[in-house]
């Protein structure tokens, strides 16, 4: 697959876990974040996304958890499968401009 | 429905070649994006179009010209393709441009090598 994964923050963890990765996003006028996930030689896929005027927001094994005092979002996955190996970033968006991405974690899964 | 759809999925191109790569969407999505990602780089705007007839710069445009053909499908070219342009190419479509509208679907991406 391609090394879009080069020199990103990795997190490791071991199957049955529960993973956290955290986001720092930049524009305090953002009002929409997504979390994608992008596994080897595929495009991005979306997983959750949360407003502005929520805090916390789950899904199927996911929690995203948007925090607006620091400008932080983080998204959990709950007994975390080798399948869940991906690179995945966070996405944020205004009312008046497009989505613009971070560079991401690569997660890794050990059996 | 198959979301959104690139062609082709492999190129290999020389120095000065051009190239068109195609994209369409069947979500009846008003905007479309071109993207190129990199690896360290995260995935890069090229060019945007938030509604049929309306076609935008991002992030990095130059060497690359766009066509919003129809509301389906939007087209990415490279008049003179270089080396610097090898690189992973994503189309994206969301239902609207910007805020909560602006889910974001991606297609699987055209793997370009410039030689």
């Known amino acids: 697959g391609e090394s879009v994964g080069l020199h990103l923050p990795t997190l490791s963890v071991q199957e049955g876990d529960n993973s956290i990765i955290n986001c720092a996003y930049s524009?305090?006028?953002?009002?929409?974040f997504i979390w994608y996930k992008q596994e080897s030689g595929k495009g991005p896929q979306f997983i959750i996304d949360?407003?502005?005027?929520?805090d916390k927001r789950q899904g199927q094994r996911v929690t995203v958890l948007l925090n607006k005092t620091v400008k932080h979002l983080s998204l959990q996955i709950a007994a975390t499968q080798p399948g869940d190996s991906a690179v995945y970033f966070c996405a944020e968006a205004s009312g008046y401009s497009t989505l613009t991405f971070g560079k991401g974690t690569m997660l890794l899964v050990s059996p | 429905n198959a979301g959104v759809t690139q062609t082709p999925k492999f190129q290999v191109l020389k120095t000065g070649q051009s190239m068109t790569l195609q994209c369409a969407q069947d979500m009846n999505h008003n905007s479309m994006y071109w993207y190129r990602q990199d690896p360290g780089m995260g995935l890069r705007l090229i060019y945007y179009?938030?509604?049929?007839?309306?076609?935008d710069k991002g992030e990095v445009p130059n060497g690359y010209n766009v066509s919003r053909l129809n509301k389906r499908e939007f087209s990415l070219r490279l008049e003179s393709a270089a080396p610097s342009q090898t690189s992973v190419y994503f189309c994206?479509?969301?239902?609207?441009?910007?805020?909560?509208?602006?889910?974001?679907?991606f297609g699987p991406g055209t793997r370009l090598t410039v030689l």
């Open positions: 949360i407003r502005s005027n929520m």
């Open positions: 179009s938030a509604s049929e007839g309306t076609t």
């Open positions: 994206a479509s969301s239902e609207d441009f910007g805020g909560s509208g602006d889910t974001q679907y």
């Open positions: 524009n305090s006028a953002s009002d929409y």
